[in-house]
């Protein structure tokens, strides 16, 4: 199986056919992380709602929590306007960071009110 043609009509890949993916907690917003879907990637988190990326350094596909168990069940996905971004819209069990932090945004504000 792959991606449903009409859905990778619409994206916009860089160069390394890769698009941005920013995954969002469910119901609070939060933005947890952000990485890189290809085709196939997408494919399987629509068919399986497993957040699945593409690794840039290993060059492989990787589900979510494959190694740790901090999983991301996707309730949503959606394409942005210029169809460059996906935001996965989830519910995140453990650290979404591979730092062990909630998210990859909680160690260096570099502006706050």
Known sequence: MS???????????????????VAQQRGSGEVLMVAWMNDEALHRTLTTRKATYFSRSRQRLWVKGETSGHTQYVHEVRLDCDGDTVLLVVDQTGAACHTGDRTCFDADVLLAD
């Open 3 to 21: 991606l449903d043609p009409q859905i990778a009509a619409r994206l916009k890949r860089n160069p390394d056919g890769l698009v941005c993916a």
